[in-house]
């Protein structure tokens, strides 16, 4: 008998045995779970394939430099390919080698030479460094991506490792912070913590300094209850941006599902992702994490081999139905990752309860969540994914959070996303921008998304937190450049100012930029203090971008997805103007939480309660009288009241609310408005 092996050199030797004589140490293994498992005797390795003909596990030295020896996976069960070392270890560095046909024009990309990713690989070493041999076809070639390169992309390519998953959490608790209570944080791992005073130099940039005692406590300071934490699964930097001296420092560019991001880790094990996750647990604030599992880093066909383009092109992505050598591209980024097969969402739903059991991350954002819901024939809020997570015992208990719209046709769904899902709501954002700015007609615009966009969200028992209330987020400007520019400044991104959205609806106030003038400075902080104001006291699920809270100015950039530097980064450098916007954004989230009328799930619909004899909202002219069709109509119309009565019917139950009664005077013109206090019952004077 011979067996065929492949030597450290990368070249196949023989090795004769007579037959009944070969031992070996690999052993059939197991098929589930999927990925590299220690059982505390072995490491058992499972990878799904549909269509590859061998599956080659690449052992690699404690270095990740030398490949010690490849060994073929054993056993093919229900498309899966596994096999059992008795001898490997946590710690143990590896890839895969897939072989099957390069066939690009029928979706099929395989190139043994090209060592991939495990797509459940739980951790990754070493950095993905940017070579013509990651690609599996030859850069240059007459044929594109028709040809086929032969060049090992192994010392290019980061290692998968095995891990030993065992973490004592302690006394750390579960937390289920209820809606209602819920304020968002949203955030950057390494942006946050890169300039902040009381974090160490060492741990800057990472879960540890994330979880630094004056960060968490600041943030409990502030009022928060959640922080979102922008995608911290291990991301790809794009070549394109290295060429011109940037970073990928957004980090949407997924290359594995199930790992922390290596360079957010001051430490080699991913339990410093869990220690981060107990502290803020420990301090009662929730952990949310902005995920993206509607593309990853391998681009269209012209994008490098590093995982699943690999493993199995025609699986994994969405292809065109008609020339499968091209990819359908509904992200914007080349691929859109294929939920429709079942192998792929078993993945992606593997991957959320890897994080949500054994991180104990409390819910998740999802990037261009539309995608999540495609079906062949477009959205489907019934679609596979979306069903998937409402019926699961673990992540149905989680946030579960959309962006609702991506690139592709049929791709705004604001409102559409089913029962037990919140949704980011850009019409908050859009029309409360445009109503402080001073456009006129914006009333009934104004009304609708201060009491939690009932049009949109207020049908199926939904509720009013499904609303995800935000006026600015980590993509446009912040809240101080929102008031300082009129027009996008990105020109440090490298593409001439044209990348960014070119309508902000925002108002420079008469300088665009930095300015001495007090008075136009007086008058930006005003806007903020408006915006942050209105963003709070809206019925809803209130997101605040962090650094918003006293001022943080990004320059004008819009877009700041590559800048990993100053412009990127929170300034901690607050001046008087930011410790007083700090102190109002501390009063305005306790006002929040003080009056329960503003956390009311129950969707306000100023109708008269019958049976009550009341209305949940009062909208009123400023001298108190109720508004009218006309006033609604009045298209200079730039100032209103509203009553928020606590006494009205809180739940499905007929019964008084014993809330207190809310008046807001709000006046977006730039005249001084009188307002007359309404008679409330129950109120001291009126």
């Given amino acids: 008998m011979t067996d ?25 293994g197991l098929p589930y779970p999927l990925g590299a498992t220690w059982d505390g005797l072995g490491v058992n390795f499972s990878l799904f394939s549909a269509n590859a003909t061998r599956v080659e596990l690449c052992l690699f030295d404690e270095s990740g430099q030398e490949e010690l020896e490849r060994v073929v996976l054993p056993e093919y069960t229900d498309e899966i390919w596994h096999g059992y070392l008795p001898d490997a270890r946590p710690g143990q560095l590896y890839g895969y080698r897939v072989h099957g046909p390069y066939d690009p024009e029928s979706g099929h990309r395989f190139n043994h030479h090209k060592l991939l990713i495990d797509p459940y690989a739980k951790q990754l070493v070493g950095e993905l460094i940017w070579d013509d041999a990651l690609y599996g076809y030859t850069i240059g070639h007459e044929d594109g991506d028709l040809s086929f390169d032969e060049r090992d992309s192994a010392p290019f390519m980061p290692r998968c490792r095995v891990i030993d998953p065992a973490f004592t959490w302690g006394r750390s608790t579960e937390i289920r912070v209820p809606w209602s209570d819920t304020v968002i944080y949203e ?5 946050y913590t890169m300039r902040h005073p009381s974090v160490p130099e060492a741990l800057r940039g990472t879960f540890s300094g994330l979880a630094v005692p004056e960060v968490i406590d600041y943030l409990v300071d502030l009022g928060v209850s959640s922080l979102e934490l922008m995608p911290i699964h291990a991301f790809a930097d794009d070549r394109h941006l290295q060429e011109k001296g940037l970073h990928n420092y957004w980090g949407y560019n997924t290359l594995a599902f199930f790992v922390p991001h290596p ?69 914007g980024t080349g691929n859109t990752l294929n939920l429709s097969h079942p192998r792929v969402l078993q993945m992606v739903t593997d991957s959320l309860r890897y994080w949500a059991d054994e991180m104990r991350v409390d819910g998740f954002r999802f990037d261009l969540a539309t995608i999540l819901g495609r079906e062949a024939d477009g959205f489907d809020e019934g679609g596979g994914f979306l069903d998937s997570c409402r019926q699961d015992p673990l992540l149905s208990q989680c946030k579960l959070i959309a962006e609702p719209w991506d690139c592709g046709p049929g791709g705004y769904q604001v409102g559409k996303f089913p029962p037990g899902w919140a949704e980011w709501n850009d019409r908050f954002r859009d029309d409360m921008r445009a109503f402080w700015r001073g456009d006129e007609g914006r009333l009934p615009a104004f009304a609708n998304r201060l009491t939690a966009s009932a049009d949109l969200f207020n049908h199926r028992g939904r509720k009013a937190f499904s609303s995800i209330n935000f006026i600015t987020a980590h993509d446009g400007f912040t809240l101080r450049d929102l008031v300082s520019y009129n027009n996008k400044h990105n020109e440090a991104n490298g593409e001439d ?29 005003r806007q903020m203090r408006n915006l942050l104001a209105t963003l709070m006291l809206s019925q809803g ?5 962090a650094g918003d809270e006293f001022g943080r100015t990004q320059g004008g950039n819009n877009n700041a997805y590559c800048q990993d530097g100053n412009i990127g980064w929170v300034d901690w450098n607050l001046s008087d103007e930011g410790r007083g916007l700090l102190a109002f954004t501390r009063q305005l989230i306790r006002l929040r939480r003080q009056y329960p009328i503003l956390e009311r799930g129950r969707f306000m619909t100023g109708k008269l309660d019958e049976n009550l004899g009341i209305k949940d909202v009062a909208w009123l002219t400023p001298g108190a009288e109720e508004m009218t069709v006309d006033h609604w109509h009045d298209e200079e119309a730039k100032a209103i009241g509203v009553v928020l009565n606590g006494h009205a019917q809180p739940t499905g139950i007929c019964r008084f609310g014993s809330d207190v009664t809310v008046f807001l005077a709000l006046n977006a013109s730039d005249q001084d408005v009188d307002f007359v206090l309404p008679d409330v019952p129950g109120g001291a004077s009126g």
């Fill in 497 to 525: 100012n044209k990348d960014g959205h070119d309508d902000n609806v925002s108002w420079n106030h008469g300088v665009e930029g930095e300015t001495d003038d007090a008075g136009i400075r007086e008058l930006r902080m």
């Fill in 187 to 191: 955030t950057h791992v390494r942006g």
């Fill in 4 to 28: 065929m092996r492949w030597g450290r050199d990368g070249t196949m030797g023989q090795v004769v045995q007579e037959a009944g004589t070969m031992q070996s140490r690999i052993r059939e």
């Fill in 263 to 331: 360079n957010y880790m001051s430490t080699e094990t991913v339990s410093e992702f869990k220690q981060m996750v107990a502290r803020y647990h420990a301090a009662g604030i929730e952990v949310l994490l902005d995920v993206v599992y509607n593309h990853t880093a391998e681009g269209n066909e012209m994008g490098p081999t590093l995982s699943f383009k690999g493993i199995d092109n025609a699986s994994y992505y969405r292809l065109m139905p008609e020339e499968p050598r091209f990819y359908i591209n509904d992200t």
């Fill in 541 to 545: 699920t209130p997101m605040l971008l």
